[in-house]
């Protein structure tokens, strides 16, 4: 079966799920043009994601996707969350933040019964997951309206568990992919291999099909990682700068300027590795920050001075996430790209 | 002008110079079958050069190639030495060595009038390097019997600048790659890419050939880098496991083993970051220590430890060199392995 019977759509293009910087107006734009649209909601309360959803079916009949973290919730840890603050006191100074005012706060949500209740409503076609798969009960849930289930794999191990756990396809996700590596089964960043190596040997390892993550651009990036045993391609940072997407505007500016071309896979804004442009908090900090709390804690602190700094028209202290080929991203509408984007395969 | 053309072979297939585990009887194999064997020459003196030289046109009339490293011979610093071989004490200890018996050396030696002597009365047709190029009047050495040169560029900057010293054709050398990183612009491992990244954008920006260097294993590899814009691919890897490569006993059983799942870019073996499979070593110091010496002086202390333990039939201290894509590691004869990859393209 082919990537666009199993998901029954027209193009074997995934747009990834890029929370906190897209929400319906793209995920209705992909589908419309025939891809599949994802709407990311780790960052969506159970309201939210019910307007967006609302949003979607409203905008289009064709399949799309909603994508959830499943991660566990972290222990909150006064003492690990006091160093994170005390690094970043310094800048507070400098933007006059007062750290006792800083709320705490997840930021980022795992996939719960509350927002499987929003979905039953819905009945999303296709539901996809980050870092693994919910709790059984939870897996059970979305799969008893007749829901596709996707989950990321950054090693041959964790595809090969996902799909004993009967998920329908499984996206590889290649060391070049922008935002958060999607890892699960180890913490070991020394096991996450480049698209062009872990493509094909997720291929080789399980039948379910293949998306390619990682590093994909345009449409010999996708003819590419066809060539290589992919059923399709998920593709986050070729997007970016759509009018759909609500991307900052230095987060914009960073994409399209040579900043673009030295990223970083960083812990510093949520606690998990991610890739993003390298910005001033990343240069003096380290990417890869032993004082940070756990993932999602450590974007509480760094939120307030994320604000000041935007406000002012700087990314010095926003995740500008993006892939390692930003050199393709242009201002077009997401349904053109779409269609280009698949103009690199037959299938 | 195609690859081939270029360079006067029949396949757009390099087989990548791996100094230390092969010599001239890989580099006949490969360019005898129509793809540009190469024969690597960081550790050959000039006897052994001219030797292997000897050897390769006396077995074929096809094109090769022939490499070296470029790189600035590094002062010797006593106190670095010293503190390494401290770190190292332990080691020393387990096998019996006796530290003050191992003799310091180069083990590898960038291109130089000694070498160029011994190419003159070969006039080889290809000459690649690798940590940039030599200086001018050596590189113009080169050129003046006609021959192509070629070097390794690992990110835009790079390939640029190789381009404007007039290299005939550019290895884009990806994250995935195996053995030594061919930076020598920058020492920031953050501007590595992964070959999907790298690709494109180096075939972006400049106009002569690019080979794909970096995870590509097989054939679908071979037309996937086509696919993103490059005119051939070079592996390395991929060879071996072939008869004609002089490969250990304990490498080989590493790359044929899950351990090959798992490499880094570790400074132990040499000074300078290179990927080789996880073992003992890279384990117990960490992939990248700041206490080695300079390139290539940390080599000659881990020498006694590789010799000892490789007796023992162990890689514990050896440079596993290898890519991120050994899965498909065959033992087979490296003449045979050419014209598979070559059938991933039309070109």
Known sequence: MTLQQLLGIRLPVVQAPMAGVQGSALAVAVS??????????????????????????????QPYNVNFFCHAPPVPDAAREAAWRKLLAPYYAEFGIDPQAIPAGPGRRPFSHEAADVLEAFRPPVVSFHFGLPAPD??????????????????????????AQGVDAVVAQGLEAGGHRGMFLTGDLGTQMGTFALVPQVARAV????????????????????????AGAQLGTAYMLCPEVTTSEPHRAALASDAAQVTALTNLFTGRPSRSIVNRLIRELGPLNAATPAFPLAAAAIAPLRAKAEAAGSGDFSPLWAGQNASACRVVPAATLTGELASGCSG
Chains 1, 2 share one sequence.
């Open 32 to 61: 419309n043009a025939g891809g599949l649209g994802s709407l990311p909601c780790a960052m969506l309360g159970p309201e939210a994601i019910r307007d967006e959803l609302a949003a979607i079916v409203a905008q289009t009949s």
């Open 138 to 163: 939870l897996l059970a849930r979305v799969r008893s309206w007749g829901a596709k289930v996707l989950s990321t794999a950054t090693t041959v191990a964790e595809a090969r568990w996902l799909e």
């Open 207 to 230: 039948r379910i099909p293949v998306i390619a993550a990682g590093g994909i651009a345009d449409a010999r990036g996708v003819a590419a990682v066809v060539a290589l045993g992919a």
